[in-house]
């Protein structure tokens, strides 16, 4: 155990029963108890195996490399359809944790098999993304809007590809493409903090 991931699992949390009882499941795996993201996360030989994390309706054990695990239970679940590599497996109660402790230890020893053989989740390229209309004609138009697009690294490509394509309505594509053409033209990734960016 980490001291420095205690309060996590001390702290008034509708799961804190259902935090403990996987962390010592995942402990009994033999991973490195690591404090990553605010979250408990745990390493084999420094990678990311296995996350433990909560939201309102349940908490859950997300596989880092979950997309490479058999699933014989059907258990893993994608967040979205944007993930490609990560998977869940979401829990509701501390019964049901202690009914497939056997299951989840199985789950977690295949993940860091996974991890001894240098397996590695094959992610779509950016161009296989798709791309909205509304931001296609803005490159066609604007050579430079272009350049300064493709000049991204991959990963922020795909984040503005996702964020503009994401819209059931044209207008509001439109929108978001408008609002951050200026952002690309400075190089400068969705999330990126143009001030924190310049120092």
Known sequence: MNPKVDFFFEKDSHWQKEYKLLRSIVLDCGLTEELKWGQPCYTFDNT???????????????????ALLNDPEGILIQQTENVQAAR????????????????????????????????HVKLKKTAEFPMAEEFKKKLDKR?????AFYELTPGRQRAYLLHFSQPKLAKTREARVEKYIPQILKGLGLDDDPVKVKK
């Open 143 to 147: 050579p430079a809007l272009a350049k």
């Open 48 to 66: 990311n195996i296995v996350l433990i994390h909560g939201f309102k309706e349940y908490c859950a054990l997300l596989f880092f490399k979950g």
């Open 88 to 119: 869940q497996i979401r829990l509701t109660s501390a019964k049901e944790i202690s009914g497939m402790k056997a299951t989840l230890k199985a789950y977690i020893y295949e993940a860091i098999e996974v991890e001894k053989a240098g397996l």
